[in-house]
């Protein structure tokens, strides 16, 4: 017999009874089985009842020229007290906010919300904050590339769109 921390006995041949562990499990096949045959049922409802979502992506390569008007005097001396000219010091990022802006996606949100209409679909609660949801626009870490994805239940819906995104950020 030995003594741990908390000053309890504990015996050292005590071991795991797998035997009464295996009786539980014997005795209760039946409730397991019921389970098991339920959750199968109802996942695999669940799975033929879900829409599949589809989804798009692109990848566009961002240039960070900077205004070489500038004297470059002018720009280290600025730098050093800390001024800026109201331009960002990370055009890059400036770019990727372009890019979320509502003056680029406004009009993708309209060419949206008319397929959707043309289709049925009541466009009455469709907002243009909930659609942004679908777009993923995320800088990739380290580059210069920019990934776009737009996710959506109506698969003939998302090569326009995409290609709408493209054309509107390359203009």
Known sequence: IKINENFEKVNENEDIDF?????????????????????????????FAKKPLWSGQFQILISSERNRSTPLGKNLLNNFIGLTSGVSENPIQTQVRIL?????????????????????????????????????????????????????YDKSLILPVIKLISKKYQN
């Open 19 to 47: 035997s009464r562990i295996f009786q539980i499990i014997i005795l209760s096949k039946r409730f397991i089985a019921i389970f098991f045959l339920i959750s199968f049922i109802l996942s695999t409802i669940y799975s």
């Open 100 to 152: 979320e802006s509502e003056s680029v996606l406004l009009p993708i949100f309209e060419f949206v919300k008319d397929y959707k209409e043309s289709k049925g679909i009541n466009t009455s609660r469709f907002r243009f904050e909930s659609w942004k949801r679908q777009l993923d626009i995320n800088l990739i870490r380290n580059t210069k590339i920019l990934k776009i994805e737009y996710k959506d």
